[in-house]
């Protein structure tokens, strides 16, 4: 039996089994055995998925991947947003390959990747499918466009095809401490009471993966799951904008429903209503931190600003202003919401905020 049909027989399997306290170790080993399945598909482990994507170089401060089914107006988006001209038509499958573009929000440069439509089986290959799943895994947000003329279980279905290749769309990393050991056994400790793990499903799910000497400690109430992802590695968590296109062509009343997802925004690309509430928005979910310089008795310089990633220190700061600064550099003066006081004297170390001034004194 080839891989997908072992994978499609566990998903009938699991789709089959009622879900009760009863079932629920058995759920949770078809899913660790599903998990595994798929990885051997996609060759993810084993690194088989990189390279394979479309080889387009990164630039700029972060990038986005625009994700979506054919004809829903991906393309029109990157002409409008970056002047990059990438062909719009009414047929499907127009765009054929990545074309990038870039567009400048809040000083920063962001990059943004026109994509093939996806379909469903792009996950086992259909299409451009793993190509494209391959080049949304190198960005830093994905652009999920839907048609909001079209059906709402679009976007599940889009989403069940990133989820398969190991995306996760707003999720945080789930707080678990896995380490393989060379032996001891499988150490399982859950620091909070857990409502879907236990001794035995976390000893029997690291067996399915070849795993007899482990420790584990859980921080936090997970999913089997959560765990799983854990267990497989190369999850990887992005930030997920939902943006529903063509609202030119449905009601008001359709508009408003919408518009109250979570993570969610409204826009007709091609009458231009909300992109500028669209760049804000991308900006947002990129966790970008605009740090502003000043030298000794001037003004800092509000037009130009060092883009820097969330979690960014001081020090990442001195590197990105220039490369030797680090060696030189003694301590620095801070103005903005990081600090207590303003100015405040800090070290390499600090931890910077958005619109954080920040002065650099040398040795
Ligand atoms: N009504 C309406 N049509 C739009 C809007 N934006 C794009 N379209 C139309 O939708 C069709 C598809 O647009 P594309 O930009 O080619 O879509 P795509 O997602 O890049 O398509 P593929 O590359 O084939 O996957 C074109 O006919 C566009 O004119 C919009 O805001 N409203
Ligand atoms: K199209
Ligand atoms: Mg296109």
Redesign the pocket.
């Known amino acids: 039996m080839g891989i997908l049909e072992k994978i499609a027989d566990i998903e009938q399997e699991i789709s089959r089994t009622q879900k009760n306290k009863a079932t629920e170790h058995h759920l949770g080993l078809l899913k660790g055995k599903l998990a595994k399945y798929r990885a051997e598909l996609l060759d993810v482990s084993t690194g088989g998925a990189k390279g394979e994507g479309f080889d387009v170089l990164k630039s700029g401060d972060a990038r986005v991947a625009l994700i979506?089914?054919?004809?829903?107006?991906?393309?029109?988006?990157?002409?409008k947003l970056t002047g990059t001209t990438?062909?719009?038509?009414?047929?499907?499958?127009?765009?054929l390959t990545c074309i990038p573009g870039k567009f400048m929000y809040q000083g920063a440069n962001i990059q943004i990747l026109?994509l093939?439509?996806i379909i469903q089986g792009a996950s086992e290959g259909k299409g451009r499918g793993k190509q494209v799943i391959s080049t949304a895994r190198t960005s830093d947000m994905i652009l999920m466009?839907l048609d909001s003329t079209k059906s709402h279980a679009q976007r599940a279905q889009l989403e069940k095809e990133l989820e398969t290749v190991g995306i996760r769309l707003n999720r945080k990393i789930p707080d678990i401490y896995y380490k393989v050991k060379k032996g001891g056994g499988v150490s399982y400790n859950p620091i909070v009471k857990q409502s879907y793990l236990t001794e035995k499903l976390v000893t029997e799910i690291l067996h399915q993966y070849r795993v007899f000497n482990a420790e584990v400690l859980v921080r936090q109430d997970v999913t089997v799951d959560e765990f799983i992802d854990v267990i497989v590695g190369n999850r990887i968590y992005l930030p997920c904008l939902y943006v529903y296109?063509?609202?030119?062509?449905i009601t008001i009343e359709q508009v408003d429903k919408i518009a109250r997802e979570d993570n969610t925004l409204v826009?007709?690309?091609?009458?231009d209503?909300n992109l500028d509430e669209l760049k804000e928005q991308i900006w947002k979910r990129l966790n970008l931190l605009r740090i502003y310089t000043k030298r000794a008795s001037e003004y800092p310089d509000f037009d130009e600003g060092l883009i820097l990633r969330s979690g960014a220190t001081v020090e990442t700061a001195c590197h990105s202003i220039h490369r030797s600064l680090v060696d030189d550099f003694k301590y620095a003066a801070v103005w903005g919401t990081s600090t207590k006081h303003n100015p405040q004297r800090v070290g390499a170390q600090h931890k910077l905020e958005n619109e954080d001034v920040i002065q650099i004194f040398k040795k």
């Open positions: 979506g089914f054919p004809s829903v107006g991906k393309s029109t988006l990157l002409s990438s062909e719009v038509a009414s047929y499907e499958f127009t765009t026109d093939p439509g466009m296109n063509k609202i030119d062509e826009v007709s690309v091609e009458q209503l």
